[in-house]
């Protein structure tokens, strides 16, 4: 393998671990706030008590995604020197906006809502929330105007090779933005919601059925119920402005080679680079038309648009795109018929909880939100190739020229790291789960066979 | 208004690499600490562990974030010399990258993990911080070297990784001294007897090799009127690690009185030490390759960073000074309740 796909694999492996954890904190840090507010407003322990427990699994989110989050700050400069001197001119302030305007805001008054409640008086706490759930979401709003001027670039023109902005209005309302931040801060409130119900769920299993658990698995379960149509809503929107500013994305995602109308939606298909063609199609007809333009008869770009005279491809590549926007939308049903399942049942049997296979399904889908969340990302992103920014530079003239052994060295050692983390990550988060079923006992080691060490889970 | 000072192609980059010199010097003081503090992990017993955590535990983020601001400020005002520091960095940024993940996250895990697990997230700590001030260390000499790989630039590379990882450790020493007492406390005082060594021969070493690489760093010290109107700064470091050993001498002090003097000289000298450097490679961004207004980004996007760096510098500045005022005094167990 060559350096420049050994890098896209490290910078992909870099921002896909970066980005889970984001994607708690940024909707995590406003459900804190609310169950601040609610203590503030009700004085009863039960709000506390959800308030003390989410915000160890924000502080352990948290510092997992700062630390992921340098790293790629310094990737820009180790392995893609191209993408800052062509266009450092406005990433730059975007990147150094953020920066000024969250990280020290969230960092510096984490400490103070973290360990601060018993030291500085209620109101500086609730602030405090407050002020760390707002610097999250200017992190992900000034991270995803970068990213979104990648995409429909705006406002700038070129001088000899250089972007230089010439509008920064247009720079920041680049026509996807809109779209991407509220997708994305909507993909971060199903991941929250589903993680809150989901570990609620699994503490109900294991014998926790105190208020503090009905709350959280009631909040958990109302919120995805709320957000999922939205959500569907919002992704359909985005997509039709992603039709018409990037249609060769579009035409990976529904693995369409020509233009033409009365397009089937495809359900199932292996498309073939070679061949440039689907093999084993299974689609709705006149599927992609409807839902791309509200007409039967509605044509849809098709991929063969995309080839230069040359026969130099200009679309990306067609099977992961198609692959990852069916595992999104699949995930968003799921989450569809579970939180509203879900959330009648607790309508109608207020007392009683939910029944058990429900129970296991929201515990199975506590991480649902991340698979979602990293299926649209790869959806996007691939989608983008062979671009880095779109129409202004190509992925591979941004490559550094590093050999191509040390950048695997390095990519074999992040890789290590991270699974180690992530594993350990949701390992610790079980835990604290089983900790607060025992009242916040140290829980007791697990018995041990032989050598082995394994963890029980009381449920299982 | 961006010609109030005059050519915006000069003040501007000129602006900000002294923003990115303050951000790398807040960076190198205040995680210093805590890194050093992760470098003196396994001479302490469990129960001072906890102490020492507890004593930058609400801090140690926000320290880290300077870091992101300097590499932030370099990426967007000189993103030439981004790209050619780093690419030529590659290694050790990597297992700086690694240290800094292991370090961070060992903070959580090391308290939210079952009690058994403990002692592992302990040993992360250690070696994340280890990793980071030693790749740190190695990067500044690699620099003063004019980023070449020889045999001769490694070494005196890996001279600098050990000093600055002292250094960290003697810094981290005395933010020890501050922050706690009794045993524990003496024993920082003797970890920062060992440190002040390091510093010293960190000092010395630094002082004598950037001038004998570089004749023209040799010009800029050792010419008339230079090294008259330079000669404050030695002596001023002398007298300052001569005020620190009888500071560290002193202590512990009764009263406590003493305690604030060691961090704050170690301050002072740190910043002593950047400013000549910052003189000595001054107008070079990347060392006799390229200058800070040949690598500087266009003047307007400089200009927009700036509008906002002055209005949002002073209020970070601000609510950091709070940060530390609501955790003031000697450091207690860290509790979310």
């Not at chain 1, 671990?17 to 009863?44: D, M, Q, S």
């Not at chain 1, 400069?77 to 450092?88: I, R």
Request: proline share 6%.
């Amino acid at each position: 393998m060559d350096a420049l796909i050994l890098s896209r694999i490290q910078f992909g492996a870099n921002i896909s671990f970066h980005i889970l954890f984001p994607t708690i904190t940024i909707a995590l840090g406003w459900v804190l706030l609310y169950f601040k507010l609610r203590f503030n407003a009700t004085g009863e322990e039960r709000w506390m008590a959800a308030y003390r427990f989410w915000v160890k699994v924000f502080a352990l989110s948290f510092a997992m995604g700062v630390v992921s989050g340098i790293t790629m700050s310094f990737q820009f400069g180790t392995n893609w020197p191209g993408f800052m001197e062509t266009v450092g001119n406005i990433a730059g302030p975007l990147l150094a906006y953020e920066v000024l305007t969250a990280f020290f805001l969230e960092a510096v008054f984490l400490g103070i809502m973290l360990f601060g409640f018993s030291r500085v008086p209620g109101w500086l706490h609730t602030l405090s929330t407050f002020l760390v759930a707002f610097g999250t979401t200017m992190s992900a709003f000034w991270i995803l105007v970068l990213n979104s001027w990648m995409h429909t670039p705006a406002g700038f023109e070129m001088r000899e090779g250089v972007a230089h902005a010439t509008d920064w209005l247009a720079i920041v309302f680049n026509p996807s933005m809109p779209y991407r931040l509220v997708h994305m801060l909507l993909a971060s409130g199903l991941t929250v919601a589903f993680l809150i119900a989901g570990l609620s769920a699994f503490r109900w299993l294991i014998g926790d059925r105190g208020s503090e658990v009905r709350l959280t698995l009631r909040t958990g379960v109302v919120m995805a119920a709320l957000l999922i149509p939205v959500q569907i809503f919002a992704g359909d929107l985005h997509g039709l402005n992603t039709l018409e500013h990037q249609p060769q994305k579009v035409a990976a995602m529904e693995g369409n080679w020509e233009t033409d109308d009365n397009v089937p939606l495809l359900l199932f298909a292996l498309p073939d680079h070679e061949a440039r063609e689907n093999r084993f199609e299974l689609g709705i007809p006149s599927g992609a038309s409807i839902i791309l333009m509200h007409d039967p008869d509605g044509v849809v770009p098709g991929l063969n648009d995309f080839l230069a005279e040359d026969g130099t491809v200009l679309h990306p590549p067609v099977a992961p795109v198609f692959w990852s926007f069916r595992v999104m939308v699949g995930t968003g049903v799921l989450m569809l018929l579970l939180s509203w399942g879900c959330a009648y049942l607790l309508w109608r049997r207020r007392n009683e909880g939910l029944p058990r296979p429900l129970l296991f399904a929201l515990a199975g889908m506590s991480f649902s939100g991340w698979v979602a969340t990293l299926a649209g990302w790869y959806t996007t992103e691939i989608g983008r190739q062979p671009w880095l920014v779109h129409g202004v530079l190509k992925t591979a003239d941004a490559v550094a020229a590093v050999p191509a052994p040390m950048v695997m060295t390095t990519l074999v050692a992040y890789l290590l790291v991270y699974a180690v983390l992530i594993v350990a990550y949701i390992g610790v988060l079980l835990y604290l789960a089983r900790k607060a079923v025992q009242g916040g006992r140290e829980v007791p080691a697990p018995p041990r066979s032989g050598a082995a060490q394994v963890d029980v889970l009381p449920a299982e | 208004m961006m010609t109030l000072f005059g050519d915006p192609a000069v003040w501007l980059p000129l602006v900000f690499a002294g923003l990115m010199g303050l951000s790398i010097l807040i960076y190198v003081v205040l995680d210093g600490f805590d890194l050093g503090i992760g470098v003196l992990f396994p001479f302490a017993s469990e129960a001072e562990k906890d102490r020492m955590i507890a004593s930058i535990g609400p801090f140690w983020d926000a320290n880290e974030t300077w870091l992101v601001l300097a590499i932030g400020l370099l990426l967007v005002a000189f993103p030439v010399a981004h790209g050619v520091i780093l690419t030529a960095l590659y290694l050790p940024v990597a297992i700086m990258l690694i240290g800094l993940i292991l370090r961070g996250v060992a903070f959580e895990f090391r308290a939210k993990a079952p009690l058994r697990r403990k002692s592992s997230w302990n040993t992360a700590f250690f070696v994340g911080s280890l990793m980071t001030s030693l790749s740190q260390g190695f990067m500044l000499g690699l620099y003063i070297m004019g980023l070449s790989y020889t045999p001769a630039t490694v070494a005196f590379a890996a001279l600098t990784a050990l000093c600055l990882t002292a250094g960290y450790g003697f810094i981290g020493a005395t933010w020890l001294i501050v922050k706690t007492d009794e045993a524990l406390q003496r024993k920082a005082v003797r970890w920062a007897k060992r440190g002040l060594a390091g510093v010293i021969g960190g000092l010395v070493a630094v002082s004598a090799a950037s001038p004998l690489v570089s004749p023209r760093i040799f010009e800029k010290w050792f010419s008339v009127p230079e090294i008259l109107l330079l000669a404050p700064l030695p002596i001023v470091s002398g007298a300052l690690v001569i005020l620190l050993w009888i500071a560290l001498r002193h202590l512990p002090d009764p009263a406590d009185r003493w305690r604030h003097v060691p961090f704050a000289t170690a301050i002072a000298l740190f910043s002593l030490a950047f400013a000549g450097l910052a003189y000595s490679f001054y107008p070079y961004v990347v060392p006799e390759r390229l200058t800070l207004y040949e690598a500087a980004s266009a003047p307007e996007s400089l200009f927009i960073i700036l509008i906002g760096t002055v209005f949002v510098l002073p209020a970070i500045l601000g609510y950091t000074a709070l940060a530390y005022s609501v955790f003031r005094g000697k450091a207690s167990e860290l509790r979310y309740d």
